[in-house]
T-cell receptor, first 115, second 111 residues
Framework: GAVVSQHPSRVICKSGTSVKIECRSL??????MFWYRQFPKQSLMLMAT?????????EQGVEKDKFLINHASLTLSTLTVTSAHPEDSSFYIC???????????FGSGTRLTVV | QKEVEQNSGPLSVPEGAIASLNCTYS??????FFWYRQYSGKSPELIMS????GDKEDGRFTAQLNKASQYVSLLIRDSQPSDSATYLC???????????FGGGTRVLVKP
């Protein structure tokens, strides 16, 4: 139980374009999902908390107009990287918490490369 | 002071030995603690969660929590080469339900 699906797993885009990443909870409802970014040889850094039916909460230093988050249903959150630049190249991972037993489950991650 | 601290390693362990990983946290009100394993290029996978002081065992893994000392550890018994990975300590701090991660400890198990 407590499976989180994330797509795409890998994407290459041109500088200036936008990329959408989807995160789905497959066997549970998630009122809250979390989006992380991980640069090489670094730990996970929380970007924002996605709340179903309301605005996302962004961590300090994360541009909300650049990283658009939509959590329109209890099983789907999307992260759109707008006007992507090479410095946005990173490993983006979503997470959700089913319950106390399973803890926080992570999606498989999306490797974004901006060229 | 970082909110969650881990020794970055690498921690080199002979196959069959015990690997001991440590983690300290700053928020005394933290309630939930997690250990994740992350292979290179992959997302983290949950190994253990612990909520109460003391030890919790699951197979070859034992988590230990000491809230008074703000310290959580992970022991890996009978280490295998497949245990070579980065181990992330994560804490659910008192403010909100988000996880805060340590920098991770890289473990290398040598045959």
């Amino acid at each position: 139980g407590a499976v989180v699906s994330q797509h795409p797993s890998r994407v290459i885009c041109k500088s200036g374009t936008s990329v959408k990443i989807e995160c789905r909870s497959l066997d549970f409802q998630a009122t809250t999902m979390f989006w992380y970014r991980q640069f090489p040889k670094q730990s996970l850094m929380l970007m924002a908390t996605s709340n179903e039916g309301s605005k996302a909460t962004y961590e300090q230093g994360v541009e909300k107009d650049k990283f658009l988050i939509n959590h329109a249903s209890l099983t789907l959150s999307t992260l759109t990287v707008t006007s992507a630049h090479p410095e946005d190249s990173s490993f983006y991972i979503c997470s959700a918490r089913a319950d106390l037993i399973y803890g926080y489950t992570f999606g498989s991650g999306t490797r974004l490369t901006v060229v | 002071q970082k909110e969650v601290e881990q020794n970055s390693g690498p921690l080199s362990v002979p196959e069959g030995a015990i690997a001991s990983l440590n983690c300290t946290y700053s928020d005394r009100g933290s309630q939930s603690f997690f250990w994740y394993r992350q292979y290179s290029g992959k997302s983290p996978e949950l190994i253990m969660s612990i909520y109460s002081n003391g030890d919790k065992e699951d197979g070859r893994f034992t988590a230990q929590l000491n809230k008074a000392s703000q310290y959580v550890s992970l022991l890996i018994r009978d280490s295998q080469p497949s245990d070579s990975a980065t181990y992330l300590c994560a804490v659910n701090m008192s403010a909100g339900n988000k996880l805060t991660f340590g920098g991770g400890t890289r473990v290398l198990v040598k045959p």
